[in-house]
C-alpha cells in the first residue's frame, strides 16, 4: 500500500527573538485576514492580534528595564503562544479537509509546512465523530495489560479527566461546534504509569 504523505502545519519558532516572533506571527495574521479558505478562525484573528499587541507593548516595557517587566513580558509571550498553537490547529483542520491542496492551503496561511516521509501512527490521533460535537479519540496500542488515561482541556493550561479504560479508542460527547479541544494521553503498565503524551488539538464540529 502506497504510503500516504501529511502535511503538517509549523509555527514560526518561539525563540527569545521576540520582534523577529512578532514579525512572523503579524505575517500569519495578515495572510489569513480575508483569506477565503478560513472563513471562521478560531481563535479570531482580532483576538490573536490583540495579545501580540500585548506582547510588543510588554517587550518594549522589559527594554526599558524595570521591575517585573521581563517576567511580565514572558508571560504575554507565553498567552500568545497559545493562541497561535490553536490558530495552528485551525489551520490544520482546514487543511486535513482537502488533502490534495493542504500544502498550498497552509502555506497561503503564512505558516511554513512539514512533510513526514511516511505515515506514521501518532501516539493519538483525534477525529471528527459521526455527529456534532463528537470527538472519536484512537491511542497507539501496547503490548497488554495496559490502561489509558486521558484527559482534555481548551487552553492547554488546565486538564480535565475524561476516563480510563483497557481499550485504545473512545468517543467524547457534548463538544462546543467550533471550539478548540486538546486532548492527552498517558499509559500505565507494569513498569509504572508514563509520561503524558504531547498533546493533539482538534476544531469540533
Request: aromatic share 6%.
Amino acid at each position: 500500500m502506497r504510503a500516504i504523505c501529511i502535511f503538517i502545519a509549523v509555527l514560526p519558532e518561539s525563540t527569545k527573538n521576540v520582534p523577529r516572533y512578532l514579525t512572523a506571527c503579524r505575517l500569519i495574521v495578515t495572510m489569513m485576514t480575508g483569506n477565503t479558505s478560513f472563513p471562521a478562525p478560531t481563535p479570531p484573528l482580532s483576538e490573536v492580534s490583540g495579545d501580540l499587541n500585548v506582547v510588543e507593548a510588554s517587550e518594549e516595557r522589559a527594554r526599558r528595564g524595570g521591575k517585573g517587566m521581563v517576567q511580565e513580558r514572558d508571560v504575554a509571550v507565553r498567552k500568545a503562544q497559545g493562541s497561535m498553537t490553536m490558530l495552528k490547529a485551525y489551520v490544520q483542520n482546514v487543511a486535513n479537509v482537502d488533502p490534495e491542496k493542504a500544502e498550498a492551503i497552509i502555506h497561503s496561511a503564512g505558516m511554513n509546512v512539514a512533510k513526514p516521509r511516511k505515515r506514521t501512527k501518532l501516539p493519538i490521533q483525534a477525529k471528527h465523530g459521526d455527529a456534532p460535537g463528537k470527538v472519536v479519540l484512537d491511542a497507539k496500542a501496547l503490548p497488554k495489560p495496559v490502561q489509558y488515561r486521558w484527559q482534555m482541556s481548551t487552553d492547554q493550561e488546565t486538564w480535565t479527566d475524561l476516563f480510563e479504560s483497557f481499550t485504545t479508542k473512545k468517543t467524547v460527547e457534548d463538544l462546543v461546534p467550533a471550539k478548540v479541544y486538546s486532548f492527552r494521553l498517558q499509559t500505565v503498565t507494569k513498569n509504572g504509569p508514563s509520561e503524558w503524551s504531547p498533546p493533539v488539538t482538534i476544531v469540533a464540529h
